[in-house]
């Protein structure tokens, strides 16, 4: 079973797509667009998440035929390709880790202490990335369902009084690209995806892939779009936009405040989302030290480092984030894509995609449940 550990399914990827794109795009992201773009943040939402798209289209092409791993591409090449993904997952771990502990400490404690929360986040994370793909899948697969229900609780009982006029004059000024500029590592969430292999399931499957991006798409523009109208001007002052939002719905004029089921979906969303980029630092070191749960032990000692004494709080992780490095991590993830796509189709000429069938076969062999002759 370990050479099939990151062989999943087409519904599994497109659970694992929505997790991975919506996550971070509604905590502190809305207010650091309304900052730099004001009304006109929705457009500059729209914009990335559509260069996000294309860019999941193209991982997917890969990902259904091989995975970088098991592409007959030329060893150098492919060993630039993993190290590119390692350390660009590394760096987007650490701002996106630092934004999940703030998250925590600010709403589920009056006073949450960073490193304690570190210490109980990490040891989750390494867990589900040392043990492969195919475990992060599944993983998914089961905290899908809390998840939709409680975006159905929100989306169902909403209730407040956002004004469409707060979107307006509609402008497409020269602030929208400088939000998408400045916050380019909030997006292209796809390339530790590369390290999968998409199988053909024996049964079709009713997930449609394409449903799922365009969800995808329309969840982070629309959430951007309720924020705006609810807040307006005073969008730039509001932090964890997601926990605000969710504020708002009639069940709460009644009960009072019932947002802890939205606070405990989205902790199950940061821990899918985060151990996804962290299978990217540990597959990517893998392939060249062997040594799985060494490279795993070691790579959560060295994000717990950097969270505890280089990250201690969200100015020195935003700040981290809109530096210049930004460039080389937005060229990892956006170039790097079509990259793979190409290099698999110049050089792989026998991959075909991923057919489980033969895996259940053969695994029933092994359990002596197949009769001869099947199978």
């Known amino acids: 079973m370990g050479k099939t550990t990151n062989v999943v399914y087409p519904n599994q990827v497109a659970l694992l797509a929505f997790i991975a794109s919506i ?18 943040s929705p457009i500059a939402m729209a914009y990335l998440m559509a260069i996000e798209v294309m860019e999941f ?90 998840i939709a229900v409680s975006l159905l609780f929100n989306v169902l009982f909403a209730h407040f009084n956002g004004d469409i006029g707060n979107l307006l004059p509609v402008q497409f000024s020269g ?20 390290f999968l292999t998409v199988a053909r399931p024996a049964k079709p499957q009713k997930v449609r892939l394409p449903v799922m991006i365009a969800i995808c798409f329309i969840a982070a523009v629309g959430f951007m779009v309720i924020f705006i109208t609810a807040y307006g001007g005073g969008s730039v002052m509001v932090s964890n936009a997601f926990n605000k939002i969710a504020v708002f719905n009639r069940i709460s004029l009644l009960l009072g405040t019932v947002d802890f089921p939205t606070v ?35 790579t959560g000692l060295a994000l717990a480092l950097t969270l505890f004494f280089g990250i201690t709080n969200m100015d020195v992780s935003y700040k981290l984030a809109t530096s210049p490095i930004r460039y080389a991590v937005g060229a990892v993830e956006y170039l790097l894509p079509p ?37």
């Not at 795009?25 to 773009?37: E, I, N, R, S």
């Not at 602030?175 to 590369?194: N, Q, S, Y």
């Not at 489980?356 to 092994?366: F, N, P």
């Open 264 to 298: 405990c979906s989205w902790l199950m969303m940061s821990v899918i989302k985060l151990a996804l980029i962290v299978y990217g630092v540990v597959e990517g070191l893998t392939y060249f030290f062997k040594k799985r749960l060494i490279i795993a032990l070691i």
């Open 23 to 40: 996550t971070f795009k509604v905590v502190m992201l809305p207010q650091y667009l309304a900052g730099t773009a004001g009304r006109s």
């Open 339 to 375: 990259a793979v796509y190409l290099a698999v189709r110049i050089f792989d000429k026998e991959s075909v995609q991923f057919d489980s069938t033969r895996v259940d076969a053969e695994q029933l062999r092994k359990e002596g449940k197949c009769r001869e002759g099947k199978g």
């Open 57 to 146: 289209v193209i991982i997917y092409g890969v990902i259904k035929r091989t995975s970088l791993l098991q592409a007959h591409i030329p060893a150098p090449l492919k060993a630039a390709f993993i190290s590119l993904i390692a350390a660009s997952s590394y760096f987007k771990t650490v701002v996106l880790s630092a934004e999940a502990v703030s998250y925590i400490s600010t709403t589920l404690f009056d006073n949450g202490l960073w490193r304690l929360i570190v210490l109980a986040y990490m040891p989750c994370l390494i867990y589900i990335a040392y043990k492969g793909g195919n475990v992060l899948a599944r993983t998914a697969q089961i905290v899908f369902w809390f």
């Open 175 to 194: 602030e929208i690209m400088k939000a998408c500029d400045r916050h380019m590592v909030w997006f292209g969430d796809f390339t530790p995806f590369l």
